[in-house]
């Protein structure tokens, strides 16, 4: 069933000059626009002009493929650190939302938990956190470690962590700020609650060192669609993001979370579900697939495989691209994401050509192809479906492809009555439409 209102969400996911790996090295696309806090604020205008939700900015801590030959083919995906761009974009927005990745393996809770409520005090209670427990050997090579942590403890340790920064965003009342000059009481120090936490992986005595955020917690979304990261969004997220190919696939995925959801006493629709979807729109579907076909001729397969090979944690520079999908051992990595290749390079008998030239285009995303009547067409099917509240939209090209998802595909959506046509509230859970956490209250 649709949200409550009727309306779906959208995010912006903004990734370099592009989400397409060959999208640096279109005509049409300023590589160098990267390294530009200009681009960035372009972007982020776009979004908020065509009132999207939140736009997002994804992160993990290594270059992706290490020094592999093959990675210099492909435009460094994570350059900035996201909550510093995310601070230069506030003076720029004042609507659209605010949504970076930290992950829990490589950083202390309470700086997270003081990051995230400072992005939200400064940006007047727009701001999200992406929860992600880093799913790369590269990553762990960088923080001393010989080998990542294996898939299940880090699950249980995010889950541990999340509890963490919720006591600490919870830790002042939200009336514990005074201001009283007269009396000299900047605060009320009996509405201060220590986080006193002592668990097996962290021992934080807080409390905060900060007020109570604008939105009591920021939004938390949480990213991972293997079995452990679906109990963790039922449990914890706001917002869940997934990447799914077909429309029953979702709909299982979306439902299953939400049925999570409940059974752990929550709503249904307190956890929303945005699926990836990677657009190629044009004023006619000639138009569009000219568009794809142009950005498709510019990889070289090779650094597509180098692209998958990180991607899965496998070495696959030796195989045959015309060949099947080689069987693998599933590694302590993406494992939702891996398994997402393997199923869809099963089931439509794809070579590894195939499979890489699907994954180029959106790493394993939906790809619609068509004008803006055939995508809204595409995404209002699987939002009546049931299989996603919105989407989380990874436009091939920045800022071209998201000019043509805001000035295209966003007014069919809206003409549907599908999308806002104004933002409804000053908050991100206002405009998503959820409830602000209730704080803590001192003993009667």
């Known amino acids: 069933m649709p949200a409550a209102d009727g309306k779906l969400r959208l995010g912006a996911f903004i990734q370099g000059v592009g989400h397409h790996v060959a999208a640096w090295a279109s005509p049409g696309v300023d590589p160098g626009a990267l390294f530009d806090l200009d681009h960035y604020v372009r972007i982020a205008q776009t979004a908020e002009r065509a009132r999207f939700d939140a736009i997002f900015f994804a992160d993990n801590v290594a270059l992706l493929g290490g020094t592999n030959p093959l990675v210099e083919k492909a435009a460094p995906v994570y350059h900035f650190e996201p909550l510093t761009l995310l601070g230069a974009l506030i003076p720029a927005t004042r609507h659209v939302g605010l949504l970076a990745t930290v992950s829990t393996s490589y950083l202390a809770p309470y700086h997270t938990a003081r990051k995230f409520a400072s992005l939200d005090n400064l940006s007047k209670g727009r701001a999200a956190w992406n929860l992600v427990t880093s799913g790369t050997e590269f990553e762990a090579h960088n923080f001393g470690l010989d080998n990542q942590v294996g898939h299940d403890e880090r699950y249980e340790r995010a889950a541990e962590y999340v509890e963490v920064v919720r006591k600490l965003w919870d830790s002042w009342e939200d009336d514990a700020v005074l201001l009283d000059q007269a009396g000299q009481r900047f605060f009320d120090v009996?509405?201060?609650?220590?986080?006193?936490?002592?668990?097996?992986?962290?021992s934080v005595a807080g409390p905060a060192q900060w007020a109570r955020s604008v939105q009591g917690h920021p939004v938390l979304v949480q990213a991972g669609s293997s079995a452990d990261g679906q109990a963790l969004a039922a449990a914890t997220a706001d917002v869940v993001f997934t990447a799914q190919q077909l429309r029953s696939h979702a709909v299982a995925f979306a439902q299953g979370v939400k049925d999570q959801a409940e059974a752990n006493g929550r709503r249904r629709d307190d956890v929303l579900v945005m699926p990836g979807i990677t657009a190629y729109v044009g004023r006619t579907e000639a138009e569009a697939r000219e568009k794809f076909e142009a950005l498709q001729s510019l990889v070289d397969p090779r650094a597509g495989v180098g692209l998958l090979s990180a991607i899965l944690g496998w070495d696959l520079s030796g195989v045959d691209l015309d060949g099947p999908f080689p069987d693998a051992p599933p590694t302590q990595g993406w494992q939702s994401r891996q398994q997402l290749f393997v199923d869809l390079a099963r089931e439509e008998n794809l070579s590894v050509r195939e499979l890489v030239g699907r994954i180029t285009a959106a790493r394993g995303h939906w790809v619609v192809i068509g004008d803006p009547v055939q995508v809204a067409d595409r995404m209002e099917d699987w939002f009546r479906a049931g299989a996603a509240d919105g989407f989380n939209v990874l436009p091939p090209t920045f800022p071209g492809g998201?000019?043509?998802?805001?000035?295209?595909?966003?007014?069919?959506?809206?003409?549907?009555?599908?999308?806002?046509t104004e933002y409804e509230g000053t908050t991100l859970r206002e405009n998503l439409g959820l409830p602000r956490p209730a704080g803590r209250r001192s003993a009667a």
Do not use: S, T, W, Y
Request: net charge positive; proline share 6%.
């Open 402 to 420: 998201l000019d043509d998802f805001a000035d295209l595909v966003v007014p069919e959506l809206q003409r549907r009555g599908l999308f806002r």
């Open 190 to 202: 009996n509405k201060l609650h220590p986080a006193d936490h002592k668990g097996k992986f962290f």
